[in-house]
């Protein structure tokens, strides 16, 4: 836990675990490419809040195309959140939305590292190869 404390200090809860999971093998130098790469693909869960309540202003749906649900996001905006029925759901579920979206990037980025970075010659570290992804 403290790795995650030291290069990506503003992760909470289930996050931060989940986080600090993936970085338990990964050495100091793997942690810290991790954490540049992360950081700037995950999303903060009071933008998703702030963008789901802008769903009240007639721009339903905003906050699940910043989560990269772009068919959801379409049948919000088309129906202003399904009559505002969806979009208080997704209030009251933001934190998870995000999770979600978070634990995606986390484990791409972690691939990723683990891909580019290997923690010693001829090791391509503890995960297996990904099959191409968008």
């Known amino acids: 836990m403290s790795r995650v404390l030291k290069f990506i200090p503003e992760l909470e809860g289930e996050e931060q675990v989940y986080v600090a999971r993936l970085m338990k ?29 802008i769903g009240f202003a007639g721009f339903a749906g905003i906050h699940r195309f910043a989560l990269e649900q772009i068919l959801i996001g379409l049948v919000y905006l088309l129906t202003a959140g399904l009559c505002f029925i969806g979009t208080i759901v997704d209030l009251f579920r933001y934190q998870g939305l995000t999770f979600e ?11 990723l590292v683990a891909r580019t970075f ?17």
Not at 102 to 109: F, G, Q, Y
Request: net charge neutral; proline share 9%; no cysteine.
């Open 101 to 111: 979206y978070n634990r995606k990037k986390a484990d791409a980025a972690a691939l």
């Open 118 to 134: 290997p923690k010693s010659t001829g090791d391509s570290g503890s995960l297996p190869p990904a099959e191409d992804t968008p």
């Open 25 to 53: 093998e990964m050495s100091d130098e793997q942690a810290e490419q991790f954490a540049h790469i992360y950081r700037q693909r995950r999303r903060n869960p009071n933008l998703t809040l702030g963008l789901a309540l």
